[in-house]
Each structure stands twice: as structure tokens, then as C-alpha cells.
């Protein structure tokens, strides 16, 4: 191990600033995790503030709430929406970027793709309430101009869950296509040379090798991404949904639930006890998710 690191030394210095984040921000901080178990308060801090009696009391507030398995359906729901659509979503922009020949087009178009990306989520819930506003929305005018009536939809839940779905793509997709754009562009271009001297449509080269070489790193991001489905983007939840009761029976998830709680009752420990049963399900996810894609493509399991 000393050799190694005698001489590899400058790789192994250069990691040293990302552990130090690493440490900081995803190993030092679950040491928190007992606020879970504890009667928490400010005054003592986290080591020192009294256990509960008995230990699962901070959970009980969560678990005997009338919507602790709605949050938790819309959450896992929710995301594994936003990953199945999403991820077709990404896959086929990239593919229409790779096939794009004109250089000044293609970078054009990859930089309108990409700048809804930097815009706050607040500024999108401001957008998202000026189009779909009832009183004086973009599409309830445009509805009234084509002789239609208005429609209030901030009061039906059924169809925020695809609105939601719409507005996270559109925000997204141009970032989330970064990572499979620089997969096509690794690809050896003799592949596509040879399947053209055999005949090959443009369509049967995207079907025959691009796909095929993509599902590696389809698969490596799913499963990435199933390890944050339970922490939904509260951002996005809060800014474009906030206090509507009328919209939380599809589309309250457990952060905002928590949040909501955690404003009215300042309770800590209740809040650390809901993002516990958070990571426990995450957890348990990504490890099934991982058996069946090393079951299925081993190279491209996470572990």
C-alpha cells in the first residue's frame, strides 16, 4: 500500500478535497441520525438531550398520521415516474443531439435545452402559476379566446401529478442529457461505418448500436437515481404545489409532509425520525434494484 501511494501520491492528493466533502457532508452528519431516538432540544444539543421512553415514540407521530402511507405512495410513485419518463425522455434527446450534423445548430440547441436547468425553482412555481392560474392564466385566456371554459387547476389533484411530470422534464431533461450525450460521443464511429456499408438505416444503427451501447450507463443512472427516490425534490414540491391542501392526495410527498410539521410543531426529532424511515426505504431499494440489474447486466451493477 506504501508503494502504491509513494507512486500514485499526486492522484491520491487530488482526491483529498473531495473526501474532505465527502466526510463533511455524507459521513460526519449521520452521527445526527440518533436525534431520531432522542427528546431533542436546542439547549442541549444532539449528544446530550434525553432518550426518548420509549425509543420509537418520535416515529409514532409519523407512522399514526392519517397520511403517512399517502406521502409515501406518492413519493416512491412520483419518482419512479419522473426515472421511467425521464430517463426515455434523456436517452432520446441525446440521440437527436448525436445525430444533429450541423455543428452551430447542435450547439445552439443544446444551450436552449440546457437553460431552463439554471433557472430556481421558484421562478419556475411563478411561471407554472401565471400559465395555469384560474382568474387570469395564460391557458385559461387562451381557453376563454377558443370559446372554452376555464379551468381551475389548482383544485384537481388528479392532474398535477403529470403537470409536475411535464415541468420537471422540461427543466431537466437538457442537463440530464449532458452524461449521455459524452457516452454517444465515446462510441467508436467504425461501428456506425460498418453497419452503413451492410445496409443499415439511420433508425436500425440508433435501434442495433447506440441503444445497446447506452444501456451500461442507462443502467448505472437508474440505479443511481433510485437511491434518492425516497428524497424527493422538495424545491420543485414546495414552489409549484406550497400549502394547497386540495392537491396533497397526489402530490404531498415526505419532505414537504415534514416540512409542514416540522413549521407547526418544531418537533426535531420527528423530523429526523420521518427522514430515517426515508433512508431505511431508499436502502432497501437500491439493493433489490441492484440484484436484479447484476442479475440481468453484472457489469453495471453499483455493487
Same mark, same amino acid.
Given at each position: 500500500?506504501?508503494?502504491?501511494?509513494?507512486? @500514485?501520491?499526486?492522484?491520491?492528493?487530488?482526491?483529498?478535497?473531495?473526501?474532505?466533502?465527502l466526510?463533511?457532508? !455524507?459521513?460526519?452528519?449521520? +452521527?445526527?441520525?440518533?436525534?431520531?431516538?432522542?427528546?431533542f432540544?436546542?439547549?442541549?444539543?444532539?449528544?446530550?438531550?434525553?432518550?426518548? @421512553?420509549?425509543?420509537?415514540?418520535?416515529? *409514532?407521530?409519523?407512522?399514526?398520521?392519517?397520511?403517512?402511507?399517502?406521502v409515501? /405512495?406518492?413519493?416512491?410513485?412520483?419518482?419512479?415516474?419522473?426515472?421511467f419518463?425521464?430517463?426515455?425522455?434523456?436517452v432520446?434527446?441525446?440521440?437527436?443531439? !448525436?445525430?444533429?450534423?450541423?455543428?452551430?445548430?447542435?450547439?445552439? +440547441?443544446?444551450?436552449? +435545452?440546457?437553460?431552463?436547468y439554471?433557472?430556481?425553482?421558484?421562478?419556475?412555481?411563478?411561471?407554472?402559476?401565471?400559465?395555469?392560474?384560474?382568474? @387570469?392564466?395564460?391557458?385559461?385566456?387562451?381557453?376563454v379566446?377558443?370559446?372554452?371554459?376555464?379551468?381551475?387547476?389548482?383544485?384537481k389533484?388528479?392532474?398535477?401529478?403529470?403537470?409536475?411530470?411535464?415541468?420537471?422534464?422540461?427543466?431537466?431533461?437538457?442537463?440530464?442529457?449532458?452524461?449521455?450525450?459524452?457516452?454517444?460521443?465515446?462510441?467508436? @464511429?467504425?461501428?456506425y461505418?460498418? #453497419?452503413?456499408?451492410?445496409?443499415?438505416? *439511420?433508425?436500425?444503427?440508433? *435501434?442495433?448500436?447506440?441503444?445497446?451501447?447506452? /444501456?451500461?450507463?442507462?443502467i $448505472?443512472?437508474?440505479?443511481?437515481?433510485?437511491? /434518492?427516490?425516497? !428524497?424527493?425534490?422538495?424545491?420543485?414540491?414546495?414552489s409549484?404545489?406550497?400549502?394547497?391542501?386540495?392537491?396533497?392526495?397526489?402530490?404531498?410527498?415526505?419532505?414537504?409532509? $415534514?416540512? /409542514?410539521s416540522?413549521?407547526?410543531?418544531?418537533?426535531?426529532g420527528?423530523?429526523? #425520525?420521518?427522514?430515517?424511515?426515508?433512508?431505511?426505504?431508499?436502502?432497501?431499494?437500491?439493493?433489490?434494484?441492484?440484484?436484479?440489474?447484476?442479475?440481468?447486466?453484472?457489469?453495471? +451493477?453499483?455493487?
Amino acid at each position: 500500500m506504501l508503494r502504491e501511494l509513494t507512486k @500514485h501520491r499526486v492522484l491520491y492528493l487530488m482526491t483529498i478535497p473531495a473526501m474532505i466533502l465527502l466526510l463533511l457532508f !455524507n459521513y460526519f452528519p449521520m +452521527a445526527g441520525i440518533i436525534i431520531a431516538f432522542k427528546n431533542f432540544n436546542l439547549s442541549n444539543g444532539i449528544f446530550a438531550s434525553p432518550w426518548m @421512553h420509549p425509543f420509537y415514540e418520535n416515529f *409514532r407521530y409519523f407512522f399514526t398520521s392519517d397520511n403517512w402511507v399517502s406521502v409515501t /405512495r406518492n413519493t416512491i410513485l412520483l419518482n419512479l415516474l419522473f426515472i421511467f419518463v425521464g430517463t426515455i425522455v434523456n436517452v432520446a434527446l441525446a440521440i437527436m443531439f !448525436n445525430e444533429i450534423r450541423v455543428t452551430w445548430f447542435q450547439r445552439t +440547441a443544446q444551450s436552449l +435545452a440546457l437553460l431552463p436547468y439554471f433557472i430556481s425553482w421558484i421562478v419556475v412555481g411563478v411561471f407554472a402559476y401565471n400559465i395555469l392560474s384560474y382568474e @387570469h392564466g395564460m391557458l385559461s385566456e387562451l381557453l376563454v379566446k377558443l370559446g372554452m371554459d376555464k379551468v381551475d387547476w389548482y383544485s384537481k389533484p388528479t392532474a398535477w401529478p403529470f403537470l409536475i411530470l411535464l415541468i420537471s422534464i422540461w427543466k431537466g431533461v437538457g442537463y440530464n442529457s449532458i452524461i449521455y450525450l459524452a457516452t454517444l460521443t465515446g462510441i467508436d @464511429h467504425t461501428l456506425y461505418e460498418s #453497419a452503413r456499408i451492410d445496409g443499415a438505416t *439511420r433508425m436500425q444503427q440508433i *435501434r442495433y448500436i447506440t441503444v445497446p451501447l447506452l /444501456r451500461p450507463t442507462i443502467i $448505472v443512472l437508474t440505479l443511481l437515481a433510485i437511491g /434518492r427516490i425516497m !428524497n424527493s425534490d422538495f424545491g420543485m414540491f414546495y414552489s409549484l404545489v406550497g400549502d394547497n391542501a386540495q392537491l396533497y392526495s397526489t402530490v404531498d410527498v415526505i419532505d414537504t409532509f $415534514v416540512f /409542514r410539521s416540522l413549521k407547526g410543531s418544531g418537533d426535531m426529532g420527528m423530523a429526523a #425520525a420521518a427522514s430515517f424511515y426515508q433512508s431505511v426505504l431508499a436502502f432497501v431499494l437500491v439493493y433489490v434494484s441492484n440484484r436484479v440489474a447484476r442479475k440481468y447486466e453484472s457489469g453495471s +451493477a453499483l455493487f
